[in-house]
């Protein structure tokens, strides 16, 4: 089993993650969440190492920043690191985990 190499925990989270790469753009579906970065499922995604811009849309907010391919399964989804969110955004992102309900063992 590979080594993981997330140095956030992670969140289940379900939103709209929109992917805009070069002259294209892609939607997927995040799967999970944390402060440095997501899971997207999606059918074909990004080679690793592209840098991208990605928005996320839950409710009536959207997180945008730039963001980096860690791994990506082809038909199945990628792994998802963000780059420099500003301020605003990482606004967002914080309410988005603080309303996640967590277990504790």
Known sequence: MPE???EQPRYPFSATAVI???PGIE???VKDLSLG???VAIQQPLPENTLFLLTIH???ESFTCQARVITATSGIGAGVQFVDPDGASR???NRW???IPIDNP
């Open 97 to 99: 985990l603080a309303g």
């Open 27 to 29: 939607v997927g579906r």
């Open 20 to 22: 805009a790469s070069g």
């Open 4 to 6: 993981d190499r997330r």
């Open 58 to 60: 839950h409710g009536r």
């Open 37 to 39: 970065g997501c899971y």
């Open 91 to 93: 606004g967002v992102l």
